[in-house]
């Protein structure tokens, strides 16, 4: 087995995504202007999470709709923009496709960009100071330099290996989808998120094929007498289960501090899988073609 | 292996779910009054999917708002009824939670009966009679009756047997959860679905893991540009890829048309892996508790 104590583990990282993982905090475009309220955000791809977090209204017939396009959208998106500027709210696009007004490039932590961005476009900065203190928290006992028996990331990227990760958040369900798609885009790997009515489909969703295929490893994010009720379904029918408790000063710098140790964990899952954690040329040719 | 084309392959029924599968169309409670519009409906468990192909928005200030109770709920709905009665909106509370104005028992089929509900308590008969026709349609092709060859939900779940499914609507993405759910509590068995960005995680989020583990089949649920694309990434990456049509006079008919055909195929799923389709004590308890 691969030793993420060891310098030569990482060599895999070619992209140098450990950087961009350590520098996050702080970093994407800032507002240049300020945009009249009342504000609604509507996102997609790398986009949607923050939309989503922010608790922001989807649509607004008046002040500033942010449109977050950090994904392919088949036409869709366009369509959306097309609805958006047929109502009285100014229409702000980021994101990546042609001809955003504040550019923020494909990356897989490009939540956060998001996020920072809407927070600061929206007047939130107190918010926004809760979840870069909450990051750099957990900054600090992520790291490549922290060793395993003090780095909650690594210890839990060897539990999840060889295994099939269940991911559970009752205190925010879209974080489920999120942690998907970084342990796809990162670790380029595969997990499991429940259906809405997440407690019964744990309590007879594993019956059938309990003996056979993958271990599967939940993973409780959060706090919650759903994730409680949960553990005590799962801790008979999975093969491991992780509790990662979160920290911060309010639910949005707990959500995303959880979002940063599985990114991280992501990370660390890819190097002992020995795949490159940086993003896959064929998400390029996905977003040309799309 | 068991032949679904055998008699004794049912005993294992021991609820009788193929009835209740078969007999669905016509069932469940009518409106027995007229309910003033504007019309809401906020759903969760099993009331939940209906809510939101019902189109409806989740919130109105007056008219009705209907409350499907489906599921286990841990204070959330009694909160969300609380602040549904602040409003101007008359609050109908439909499902199985104590006190309910209309009583839908619980079932793994139960969506179906949410819907028609609601269909009827908004004064839409036309589209609940395509929903029907299409219903009808499919069931003269899926019952225990007509042979393998002949019948694409056994077919199906001989492809899905011994492989992890893997759901994909892009006509209705909450589809996907919806037959998820089908899978875990009339098949007992695991499944998986995308997150959002569905197109990055097919491309992405199978490799580490692609030698190892369960044989992965796709599994995509009506037309669109974004399933033939998902067919193209995944034609290589998984086990098994099986596409299912979608019939139906309108996008409501054509999703109940998918749900209900894979209502069957996990119904013979159970069958093939020898465990009761029928619903499990363990649910009743947990309703009890939350």
Do not use: C
Request: aromatic share 8%; proline share 8%; charged share 25%.
């Amino acid at each position: 087995m691969r030793d993420l104590d060891r310098e030569e583990t990482y060599l895999v990282d070619r992209t140098g995504l450990a950087l961009e993982l350590r520098d996050l905090v702080g970093t994407g475009p800032v507002p240049g202007e300020a945009y009249p309220g009342p504000h609604a955000a509507l996102g997609y791809g790398e986009g949607q999470f923050a939309a989503l977090l922010s608790g922001l209204p989807d649509w607004g017939e008046e002040g500033t709709l942010f449109l977050l396009e950090g994904g392919y959208d088949l036409g869709e998106a366009a369509g959306m923009a097309l609805l958006a500027e047929t109502g009285q709210a100014r229409v702000v696009r980021v994101g990546f496709r042609p001809g955003v007004e504040v550019h923020i490039p494909p990356s897989p932590l490009a939540p956060y960009r998001y996020l920072r961005f809407l927070l600061l476009a929206t007047g939130r900065e107190e918010v926004l100071r809760s979840v870069d203190e909450a990051l750099l928290e957990e900054r600090r006992r992520l790291g490549p330099e922290v060793p395993v028996e003090e780095n909650p990331a690594k210890f839990l990227a060897y539990t999840l290996l060889e295994r099939l990760p269940l991911f559970y958040s009752p205190l925010f369900r879209p974080l489920e989808g999120a942690v998907q798609t970084l342990f796809a885009r990162v670790a380029k790997s595969l997990s499991l998120t429940p259906p809405p009515s997440a407690l019964e489909f744990f309590l007879v969703g594993l019956e059938a094929r309990h003996e056979q295929g993958d271990p599967l490893a939940a993973v409780l994010l959060g706090p919650g007498e759903e994730a409680a009720l949960a553990k005590e379904i799962l801790e008979s029918r999975v093969d491991a289960l992780a509790e990662v408790p979160a920290t911060g000063a309010n639910r949005l710098a707990q959500v995303m501090a959880l979002w940063y140790r599985m990114a991280w964990t992501a990370y660390y899952l890819a190097l002992l899988y020995g795949v490159d954690p940086g993003d896959h040329g064929l998400l390029e040719r996905l977003r040309e073609v799309t």
